[in-house]
């Protein structure tokens, strides 16, 4: 299974981005996927989770302007992101898993946001 992530781009504070997930199989509706992102010089943070039945967690700098969906149909997981902050600004990954048995990460797409 290979993912492909896309969406990120550079906007301003403020602005909305909404990232993609794609999978090359019919992978999401029987993984929990999680949304990461990693700044330069910083730790690799999660970001947002969507489990199998369709529960979403979300980091508390990022709860109520963040939203991760799922369409199963597509083999894509979105992250619907608005009111972007400058500290949003990093790179952002999926990671796909049915642990022990796969756990996928994607390249990761750039986001960053200007003050």
């Known amino acids: 299974v290979q993912l492909v992530e896309s969406g990120g781009g550079l906007v301003q504070a403020g602005g909305s981005l909404r990232l993609s997930c794609a999978a090359s199989g019919n992978i999401f509706s029987r993984s929990n996927t999680d949304w990461y992102r990693q700044a330069p010089g910083k730790e690799r943070e999660l970001v947002a989770s969507?489990?199998?039945?369709?529960?979403?967690n979300y980091a508390d700098s990022v709860k109520g302007r963040f939203t991760i969906s799922r369409d199963n149909a597509k083999n894509t997981v979105y992250l619907q992101m608005n009111s972007l902050k400058p500290e949003d600004s990093a790179h952002y990954y999926c990671?796909?898993?049915?642990?022990?048995?796969?756990?996928?990460w994607g390249q990761g797409t750039q986001v960053t946001v200007s003050s």
């Open positions: 990671n796909v898993r049915n642990i022990p048995f796969w756990n996928y």
């Open positions: 969507i489990t199998r039945p369709g529960s979403t």
